[in-house]
């Protein structure tokens, strides 16, 4: 029996940018690929909103300041905050939209998992969000998916345990069956997140 499956389907938002997407009413899971010189609009929504660069250099505006983001820089930004994009070459990226508690902060990490191994925890009472980098080839990494959860890697990657080996294609949202013990033994970023 599988213990993960695909769970989205690509679609275009406009000329130049594709989503895969899942919707629910207290979150929105997208991986997005955008074509260099696509501009997104500034807008504003109730959902705080966390953002991974996998792929390519975009600037992002939140309010009337302007960050500069490349592969492997994340940002933690609350709802209801004016934001917009710029993309300065093609891009892959995911972004989390969550609904919680009003609060003030907004961060923005730049090159923030640039360690050969790094594991970045966000947890809130929505979500609790994962994300692993590992570096070195020939190495083994043990996690746990839990059931439910969802997850989104920069290549494609092998997990397998003593019964199952899965290959998951590169930028697409899977979510776990059930809660699985595996292993992964290719370099790379993989998100996990899970929606409480």
Not at 90 to 118: F, V
Not at 181 to 187: G, L, P
């Amino acid at each position: 029996m599988r213990f993960i499956k695909e769970a989205a389907n690509e679609i275009e938002i406009k000329k130049g940018f594709r989503q895969i997407s899942i919707k629910e009413n207290r979150f929105e899971i997208l991986v997005n690929r955008v074509q260099q010189g696509v501009i997104l609009d500034k807008h504003v929504h109730a959902f705080s909103q966390f953002g991974y660069c996998f792929k390519g250099v975009f600037a992002f505006t939140i309010e009337n300041k302007t960050y500069t983001m490349k592969e492997n820089d994340n940002y933690d930004m609350k709802g209801n905050l004016e934001h917009g994009a710029d993309f300065i070459t093609d891009i892959i990226a995911l972004d989390l939209k969550y609904i919680e508690a009003p609060r003030s902060e907004c961060s923005i990490i730049m090159n923030g998992l640039s360690k050969q191994e790094a594991i970045y925890t966000f947890e809130n009472e929505t979500i609790k969000l994962r994300v692993l980098k590992t570096k070195e080839l020939n190495s083994l990494y043990e996690i746990v998916c839990e059931a439910n959860e969802y997850l989104v890697m920069d290549q494609d990657i092998s997990l397998f345990n003593n019964e199952k080996n899965m290959i998951l294609d590169k930028h697409k949202i899977y979510q776990a069956i059930h809660t699985e013990k595996v292993f992964i033994s290719q370099s790379g970023v993989l998100i996990l997140i899970k929606i409480k």
